[in-house]
């Protein structure tokens, strides 16, 4: 059996599509999430917002930015990113674009 011959800019558009609508379902995942949650968006606070941004500021440059050389930092690097996930989670995508 042979394959149908596809040219190589059908197959990129077809991947940028794709990629396209992964992100698209994430953030309309993560929409119906935060809609879910609602009453932990509606109470604001800039306190809670200025400590939320602080901490991943923190956890984003210890993840992110800090170099693998440095002793322990393999380690604080997993434990950061593991905390960067959770904090993400609960965060709406404006919020992080925000933060970033």
Do not use: M
């Not at 992964?22 to 606070?45: C, M, N, P």
Request: a positive charge.
């Amino acid at each position: 059996l042979s394959q149908p011959r596809c040219e190589r800019s059908q197959v990129v558009r077809s991947w940028w599509r794709y990629s396209l609508y992964a992100v698209q379902w994430e953030i309309k995942q993560r929409r119906k999430v935060r809609k879910h949650f609602q009453d932990k968006y509606l109470s604001f606070s800039w306190e809670r917002q200025h400590y939320r941004r602080k901490e991943y500021v923190k956890l984003f440059i210890a993840a992110k930015l800090l170099s693998p050389e440095e002793p322990g930092a393999l380690a604080t690097n997993s434990s950061a990113a593991e905390s960067l996930a959770s904090i993400e989670d609960e965060l709406a995508i404006e919020q992080i674009l925000l933060y970033r």
